[in-house]
């Protein structure tokens, strides 16, 4: 199975200011379509994970351009340039090319 | 607005059987492949198969493919797990996801213990 290893464990951030979330998978991503399915959801405490990244770096419907996807082969950063109260929860990074599909462990955002 | 509710949790005891089911509306089903998901107590989340939209093809976590079956109802736009010799590592949240875990239920909680 591809191993999807997420740091840090959790991010203390200060309203305002930039956030950042590693990714690195045991192998490449790149599947034989060319594309990279790595997608990045955010999981609010008490509810349901929601997507917000597919395909490396596309928002989905809604999400605030705050957010950024980028990276390649086996490296992926989630950002967010200005961290808001909203964005609190964890953030698992999942990756879709090769099965059995992969999850990384997650990453808690909490308010400094 | 694209919906999923999933239904059929609850406390299980060991070695017994359980079927969840999801129910969808608000996009045309029987076009898209569905995702079961589950997550643990602690927080961990595994996937554990998929199904293709007409139903002919599944694929499988390869630890849970002798114990969980997917399928799906198209004309009730329903997708079902059948899981079966529950054990108590089954203990989580069950959720469905549409293609590439775009949506998501609220997820159904199954608990097995004696």
């Known amino acids: 199975d591809v191993v999807m290893t997420q740091t840090p464990v959790s991010l203390s951030v200060a309203i305002g200011q930039p956030a950042s979330i590693s990714c690195k998978s045991s192998q490449s991503l790149v599947g034989t379509s060319g594309k990279t399915y790595l997608n990045w959801l955010l999981q609010r405490p008490g509810q349901s994970p929601k997507r917000l990244i597919y395909?490396?770096?596309k928002l989905d419907s809604g999400i605030p351009d705050r957010f950024s996807g980028s990276g390649s082969e086996t490296d992926f950063t989630l950002k967010i340039s200005r961290v808001e109260a909203d964005d609190l929860g964890v953030y698992y990074c999942?990756?879709?090319?090769?099965?059995?599909?992969?999850f990384g462990a997650g990453t808690k955002l909490e308010l400094k | 607005e694209v919906q999923l509710v999933e239904s059929g949790g609850g406390l299980v005891q060991p070695g017994a059987s359980l079927k969840l089911s999801c129910v969808a509306s608000?996009?045309?089903?029987?076009?898209?492949?569905m995702s079961w998901v589950r997550q643990t107590p602690g927080k961990t989340m595994e996937w554990i198969g998929d199904i293709k939209y007409d139903g002919s093809y599944t694929n499988y976590a390869p630890s849970l493919k002798n114990r969980f079956t997917i399928s799906r109802d198209n004309a009730k736009s329903t997708l079902y797990l059948q899981m079966s010799n529950v054990r108590s590592e089954d203990t989580a949240t069950y959720y469905c996801?549409?293609?590439?875990?775009?949506?998501w239920g609220q997820g159904t909680l199954v608990t097995v213990s004696s």
């Open positions: 395909l490396v770096s």
């Open positions: 996801t549409t293609t590439a875990f775009a949506y």
């Open positions: 999942l990756q879709g090319t090769h099965f059995p599909y992969t």
């Open positions: 608000g996009f045309t089903f029987s076009d898209y492949w």
